[in-house]
């Protein structure tokens, strides 16, 4: 497991890299084009969203909400795209909200990512806000691209309340 460091050596100009790709990414999920969110990930990549009352849990040995290696995800957004969802059938509508990007690159030479994250979720009448924080470890692709290693997603929340699940993409 690439661990995250709270902490991550702040580089203005790869922040601000960093910042257009997740607020390119928000504008995927947002639009729910699944599949093209997909190919943002590495083919060893892993989605995380540890449980609430443990953010900072590592998942070879902790509860995770959601703990997806690319074959997962893979099943995951088959998932979601088919009407057979009723978690997400029809699609809930959100809009997401990012702010306080950092970035740097560690001794690795991967780039750390730490930001915080506010998802609204809209869904017949109900309103859910998840608010948390992006701990995100990233490597460039064969062309230069970012693509996540490790795209983590910690709940500031103390339970699952009154959501119940976490049936988006955080």
Do not use: C
Not at 62 to 87: N, P, T, Y
Request: net charge negative; aromatic share 8%.
């Amino acid at each position: 497991m690439t661990t995250i460091p709270i902490d991550v050596p702040h580089d203005a100009a790869l922040s601000a890299e960093a910042e257009r790709f997740l607020y390119e990414e928000a504008n995927l999920l947002d639009e729910w084009r699944l599949p093209e969110w997909l190919e943002l990930f590495l083919p060893e990549g892993q989605y995380l969203v540890p449980a609430t009352d443990l953010p900072d849990g590592d998942p070879g040995r902790d509860l995770f909400l959601v703990q997806d290696d690319r074959f997962l995800l893979e099943q995951r957004i088959g998932s979601l795209m088919k009407r057979s969802a009723h978690a997400e059938y029809p699609h809930s509508r959100t809009r997401r909200m990012i702010s306080n990007v950092l970035a740097g690159t560690g001794d690795d030479g991967r780039v750390r990512v730490r930001a915080n994250f506010a998802v609204f979720r809209m869904r017949g009448t109900a309103f859910d806000t998840y608010v948390g924080s992006y701990r995100h470890v990233l490597e460039r692709d064969e062309s230069g691209a970012l693509r996540y290693l490790v795209r983590r997603s910690a709940l500031d929340l103390a339970a699952l309340r009154p959501h119940g699940k976490v049936s988006i993409i955080l």
